[in-house]
Nanobody, 121 residues
Framework: QVQLVESGGGLVQPGGSLRLSCAAS????????MGWYRQAPGKQREWVAL???????NYADSVKGRFTISRDNAKNTVYLQMNSLKPEDTAVYYC???????????????WGQGTQVTVSS
């Protein structure tokens, strides 16, 4: 069984920073791309950032220059450093990873449970 567990959300003032973490655990053979998505109230889930197994990153235009995605392959963990936060960044943030479980011939997409980020004064 593979699980993704996020942490690091909370309440922060505009202009502040937060760092989200997402750790993958279970019977894992390999982790490929990892990413972050978010869903604001009344809106569809949207992609935020992606990092490949080789470390190549990509960002949504709305967060480019403010958010940084990184990963620690030894810890099976992906991070999202969020700086210069704005009220419109308020959302539930979900991590996603493409993982091949042990004894499996294919990879699957896994999701975390989500962590709330609220940007408000």
């Amino acid at each position: 069984q593979v699980q993704l567990v996020e942490s690091g959300g909370g309440l922060v003032q505009p202009g502040g920073s937060l760092r989200l973490s997402c750790a993958a655990s279970g019977s894992i053979f390999s982790i490929y791309a990892m990413g972050w998505y978010r869903q604001a109230p009344g809106k569809q889930r949207e992609w935020v950032a992606l990092i490949t197994s080789g470390g190549t990153t990509n960002y949504a235009d709305s967060v480019k220059g403010r958010f940084t995605i990184s990963r620690d392959n030894a810890k099976n963990t992906v991070y999202l450093q969020m700086n210069s936060l704005k009220p419109e960044d308020t959302a539930v943030y979900y991590c996603n990873a493409n993982i091949m479980p042990r004894y499996s011939g294919s990879s699957n997409s896994y999701w975390g449970q989500g962590t709330q980020v609220t940007v408000s004064s």
